[in-house]
């Protein structure tokens, strides 16, 4: 039953993912505190410096663009406390992962239960 | 000695959280979610369980990526909800039973399932919202509780067949305890749902379906899969299957299912709720 090929549409988050997305990772897991939510608000160039995060990771949380994010070693529950500042819904940001508007996404998690 | 009473699944969305703290359970998109408990609170109020086990995943509260343990378990007096990032409201602490949960260590790791052990723990959606859905209105201290957490966030998650075996481990733990405790095994998460990635929003009611119709009487039917299998199946994080899996292989050979529910969508998730107790 067993089938090692790879999953469309899926990033696999292993070791190496994880090694090329810790400073991401760890810049968004602190945004567990509050206070740490507003030092990134007020000044977020400073704020990723801090957390050393190298170019790619920089514009993709300059874009706000989620599948940049991924690409560049995000993981889906620390870049989700990144969403949450923003206050953007996991239909948020599934609808920009998926190139639908918000209301498509709805519609297609309603559809499936059809 | 101590005793499983039996054990209960149930989705851990953390939109739940903000449905309830908004009383939103008869409001039309949650109401056949909601619905869906009664029968499961009804079912805990005749067994009357002394602990919870709750075999959950963290998603980032209380481990980061620089230390990631594939099974730690919760050894204190009482365990914090904390602050998330994304605006659900915290709730009360829940309490702890630690010469209990350094029972389940001992025995656990004498049986070859090495678990981290913490004196400290902060609890995410993942333990928090089953625990506010089986025991409303904060009545949830009512029973101690053992926080069993398994890594879903970093491959390689532990397989199917390894989570259920570490499930049949901890029975054999718990039915090893000399005191008369009734405990009660939570197994949270799933069931099929996709957040990251192009193929975000996936659900596979077909497969949910049929985990539902298997986790009583022929759980061992999925043990063969690999966690790229799940994945494939029940979508990036319906992978948290294995703590269903978990659960089922404490509560011994033979359940008998007295409730389910299941619903399409809550949040991205295909929300099930299962209730099964042990037959003696």
Known sequence: MTDDQPIPGT???DGAMAMKGYALNKMCYSFNNRENREEFLADQEAYMEKYGLNEAQKQAIRDKVVLDMIAAGGNIYYLAK??????LSVQDVGAQQTGMTVEAFKNKLLEQGR | MATVVGGLTTSHI???GGAIAKDLFQ????????????PARDWLARVKPDVAVVIYNDHGLNFFLDKQPTFAMGAAAEYRNEDEGWGIPTIPAFRGDPKFSWHLINSMVADEFDLVTCQEMAVDHGFTVPMQLFWPDYTYTQVATVPLCVNTVQHPLPSPRRCYRMGQALGRAIRSYP?????V????GGLSHQLDGQRAGFINKAFDTLCMDKIADDPEYFLDMS???LVREAGAQGAEFILWL???????????????????PISNTAAGLICLESVA
């Open chain 1, 82 to 87: 990144f969403a949450g500042i923003f206050g």
């Open chain 2, 14 to 16: 953390p939109a739940i």
């Open chain 1, 11 to 13: 990033v696999m988050f």
């Open chain 2, 227 to 229: 966690i790229p299998d």
């Open chain 2, 27 to 38: 409001d039309p998109y949650w109401k056949p979610f909601f619905d869906g408990y009664p």
């Open chain 2, 179 to 183: 005191e008369d405790l009734k405990v």
């Open chain 2, 246 to 264: 978990a659960m089922r292989g404490a509560l011994g050979d033979r359940v008998t299912e007295r409730h389910r529910n299941y619903h399409i």
């Open chain 2, 185 to 188: 095994i939570l197994g949270t």
